[in-house]
């Protein structure tokens, strides 16, 4: 059955019955449960990611529902995560899934929470959590999918410690104006970010193509235009620089 299941990809050169096996035994751990988790973590389990952890402590609200396609009506007040886990084990009931309804309070603890996970993938929504994210992965030497949406427009880099800039390089404190409202949001965009990111993580678990180091990724699906531009490091970066 599993094999039938995963048929379709195991025909390309980059998968094959080998890769398919590299993806069944690697795992992904997700922070945050939203819009970018929701298209995120159904492809990873589709392409037969074999472990997800993912992390949020927020239940389901009726608002959520426009972009965040791992929710259902139904699971309204259900915690995100236990919805999640009934919509990921659903789409592939082989798959192992660890659901922390927690919030990120310090590096130590989310230090903890991504132990043992091969690649991690930001689906949050604020610079205070993604320096988190950025400070616990090179603390742990551990890749990471950072991606943002605003509108119609969404941005996408891949972090490899030791191999290329950090979130700290690209943004070196906080921008954000903490009186900001929420971001106005329709779905498709944190869903094709979302996409994005799973593809650079299977990408990274198979060790096939160009990784997105490096390069930060715009697309504006409004004009329908995709851009990138170079992200150098900073020799002098607080997080990962050589001082």
């Known amino acids: 059955m599993e094999d039938k299941r995963f048929a379709r990809q195991t025909l390309l050169p980059e998968v094959g019955p080998i890769g398919q096996e590299r993806l069944h035994k690697a795992s992904v751990f997700l922070v945050g449960c939203g819009g970018l988790a929701s298209s995120a973590a159904y492809y ?6 074999g472990r997800i952890g993912i992390a949020d402590d927020d239940c389901v609200e009726i608002s959520n529902l426009n972009r965040q396609i791992l929710h ?19 789409l592939h009931p082989a798959l192992t899934v660890q659901a922390l309804a927690c919030r990120l309070t310090s ?14 993938i930001d689906c949050t929504d ?15 030497d551990k890749p990471w999918v950072y991606a943002s949406v ?8 891949t972090i490899v410690p030791g191999r290329g800039p950090c979130y700290r390089c ?15 949001a329709i779905g498709v965009t944190p869903g ?6 799973s593809a650079e993580a299977i990408k990274f ?14 697309v504006d699906l409004l004009e329908m235009s995709v851009s990138e531009f170079n992200v150098p490091r900073n020799e002098d970066c607080p997080a990962c620089g050589d001082a």
């Open 107 to 120: 590096v130590e603890t989310l230090m903890e929470m991504l132990d043992g996970y091969d690649i991690v």
């Open 150 to 157: 605003s509108g119609f427009e969404g941005q996408a880099m």
């Open 126 to 140: 604020n610079y205070a959590a993604r320096y988190l994210i950025n400070e616990a992965c090179i603390r742990l």
């Open 44 to 49: 990873l389990v589709s392409a037969g990611i």
């Open 192 to 197: 094709i970010m979302g996409i994005i990111q």
């Open 170 to 184: 690209l943004y070196p404190s906080n921008p954000a104006d903490a009186t900001k409202s929420a971001e106005p």
């Open 72 to 90: 259902t009506t139904s699971r309204i007040g259900m915690p995100k995560v236990e919805s999640a886990q009934k919509a990921l084990e659903a």
């Open 205 to 218: 678990i198979l060790g096939a193509g160009t990784l997105l180091m490096g390069r930060m990724l715009f």
